[in-house]
């Protein structure tokens, strides 16, 4: 391994973690001495990455450092370009929208070679069935997510009964064949999981919900037994 891709891969270690990681650990999985780890670490400092710790301490990268230009594995473009792929076909216009434009910026940062296997990858996604007839708009429902606004809902459940529901919307799921909003649900004092396309009427709340969405997330994990992803 050259040493640029070398301080490119402890980059991408440290991004995965949000909290500090043991020198030696980081060493281990790089397959270098501790010595090598503390001076590559020192030159990353110096070129502005935002990594925090010392020796017995660990280390941690906070948020706002790129390191260009983008380097990227056969199986990472590939990776890449089926997921946004995904994302084109089975979800909402706007996040259709937002994969190609990722896609593009990031072909424009990679070397020539690298473009070249993004663009000619022939790893494709399969036609599904069709997805429900939605009322409401994905949009809207990811919005209130980011700001933490309570829903107003009309929701009809599987025997077509409708009840009105007011919840603290935290989560979206998209599956292969319904769309799913991930919920605490006031009228049922838990968490619920409501079929987009059930909505039949929605109205965004001006007052925010009282528990932030990351600590609603972690509750549900907890509660439901998914794991941290």
Known sequence: MSRTQRLFSLMQ????????????????????????????????????????????????????????????????????????????????????????????KIAAVLPADLRASL?????????????????????????????ERKLHLAYRDEAGKTSERVIWPFALGFFERVRMVVAWCELRDGFRHFRADRIETMTVSAARYPRGRRSLLKA?????????E
């Open 119 to 147: 663009e000619a990858s022939t790893l494709l996604i399969g036609p599904g069935d069709p997805l429900p007839p939605m009322t409401v708009d994905l949009t809207v429902i990811r919005e209130a997510i980011r700001t």
């Open 220 to 228: 549900w994990r907890e509660t439901t037994g998914r794991r941290e």
């Open 13 to 104: 270690l440290l991004r995965r973690h949000r909290y500090p990681v043991a020198g030696a650990s980081l060493a281990e999985s790089l397959g270098v001495s501790l010595r090598t780890l503390y001076r590559d670490i020192a030159t990353l400092q110096a070129q502005g990455a935002h990594i925090e710790g010392a020796p017995g301490l660990g280390y941690v990268l906070k948020p706002g450092f790129m390191l260009p230009p983008l380097m990227f594995s056969e199986e990472e473009i590939e990776a890449i370009v089926l997921g946004s792929r995904w994302v084109a076909n089975r979800t909402d216009g706007a996040l259709a929208d937002a994969a190609g434009n990722a896609l593009a």
